[in-house]
């Protein structure tokens, strides 16, 4: 199988970085959230339940959102082959 071999622009590697670090966040907010949700199922609190369940929410969302700017950078890389000319 032959290998293919791709060259990616600045602003290509600048966003697979910034996608990192956005990951890295969203990795830490689960963390947060596992810590959270045994917290409240020790103590069942009403409100705190309800405040994981929101956090959950908005994670999903992000994590969709995260899924789908990789997917448009990888997208962006394969049809490119090389972006150099951007």
Known sequence: MEKKIY?????????LNDFSCKM???KGNISML?????????DLDEQAIYQASMLVETLLEI???RDTEINEIVHRIETQ?????E
């Open 81 to 85: 082959g090389s972006d150099t000319d």
């Open 63 to 65: 994590a969709v959102i």
């Open 7 to 15: 060259t990616v622009t600045e602003d290509t590697m600048d966003d």
């Open 24 to 26: 890295e966040a969203l």
């Open 34 to 42: 596992h810590s959270l949700i045994w917290a409240v199922a020790d």
